[in-house]
């Protein structure tokens, strides 16, 4: 039987949380996935390999290792994917990581994104999405954030590094005319979390009966997004090339709009959820009462998260819409048989 592959994609970070939930969506519609992914041990590589394991079962999948940083690695994979899209998922997460070692997330996140720019520049690719993130508002408090001002005062070299490869595109969008999506993620939770995320922390120290600890006194609220959400989010911007904006004024100019084929999008449900609420879930899934130490804001951290979806519902038909008690109890299903606790 001939199977006729609607797309081929090559997906950095294929292995990562993220990359995963938008592999096996994209292979359930019948494309044909490449993956690149470093496995680095920045979190449990073992977690990686259990979500590539499931990836492998599918039909049209495969891995190709290496860094983003390593660019005839990167070329070479770009040359054996012969791709028409490309999904940039890849990145040095963690926004307390880029405080205590920013030079890796330098290297990472903006060499190793201007290296992946370039190959789609020297192919023909027909469109880059790219993950971009909320850390990007960073000292913005003009709620709900938008994509249409902000997004210039970041407060740690992640988000720094967000917002710069933000402008790395659509340099490469004006020069070259690369359709470019930028996509600014809130809060993603759900199964298969990495261990340094505030859910899994939180699960984990409750379930031994350790201490959590909470911060800004349990006054902060956020925007928490679904991982599932994400992913069809992520594959219906995939299929809509970006393109220019008659809108574009150059002398009152809009940042999520260009003369070029560039775009930028919030990621969420648009909702602010309190933080202990959303304990107050995850007590309630497993049946445990968190002991809790309450601290400051830390460094690097803001108070609150909202995003003005509008323009992604407009746009793709969609808005993120899984609730926390949906998700939470998802991940902490998926949490007692991946631990098996």
């Not at 690149?36 to 390999?49: G, Q, R, S, V």
């Not at 997460?93 to 290297?107: H, L």
């Not at 590094?161 to 470019?180: D, G, I, V, W």
């Not at 909202?306 to 109890?329: N, Q, S, Y």
Request: aromatic residues 10%; neutral net charge; hydrophobic residues 40%.
């Amino acid at each position: 039987m001939i199977i006729l592959w609607s797309m081929r994609v090559l997906l950095t970070g294929a292995a990562g949380f993220i990359g995963s939930f938008v592999a096996r969506r994209l292979l359930d519609r019948g494309d044909e996935v490449i993956g690149f992914d470093n496995m680095n041990a920045y979190y449990d590589p073992a977690l990686k390999e259990a979500r590539l394991r499931l990836l492998q079962q599918q039909s049209g999948f495969e891995c190709v290792r290496g860094d983003i940083t390593d660019q005839a690695a990167l070329a070479s994979a770009f040359d054996h994917a012969n791709a028409t899209h490309v999904i940039h998922l890849a990145a040095q997460a963690g926004a307390g990581a880029s405080i205590t070692d920013p030079a890796r997330t330098i290297a990472s996140n903006c060499v190793g994104t201007g290296h992946v720019l370039e190959e789609c520049r020297q192919r023909d690719i027909q469109h880059v999405v790219f993950a971009s993130s909320s850390s990007v508002y960073g000292l913005d408090r003009a709620l709900p954030f938008s994509a249409h001002h902000g997004g210039d005062h970041p407060i740690t070299m992640y988000g720094a590094t967000k917002r710069a490869n933000e402008l790395m595109a659509h340099t490469y969008s004006h020069l070259f005319q690369l359709p470019c999506t930028c996509l600014r993620f809130f809060t993603v939770y759900g199964p298969w979390g990495r261990p340094d995320m505030v859910l899994t922390k939180f699960v984990g120290a409750m379930l031994r009966g350790e201490v959590i600890q909470v911060l800004n006194h349990g006054q902060s609220t956020r925007d928490f997004t679904y991982v599932e959400d994400v992913a069809q989010v992520v594959v219906r911007v995939l299929d809509q090339p970006a393109k220019t904006s008659a809108l574009f004024n150059a002398s009152n100019h809009d940042p999520a709009t260009s003369s070029a084929p560039f775009r930028i999008y919030n990621v969420a449900c648009g909702k602010t959820v309190p933080l202990m609420h959303y304990l107050s879930v995850i007590e309630e899934c497993l049946g445990v009462k968190a002991k809790i130490q309450m601290l400051p804001l830390q460094a690097g951290d803001v108070p609150d998260t909202t995003a003005d979806v509008g323009d992604l519902e407009r746009d793709f038909g969609f808005k993120p819409t899984t609730t926390v008690e949906v998700g939470v109890r998802n991940f902490v299903k998926w949490y007692r048989e991946y631990y098996r606790v």
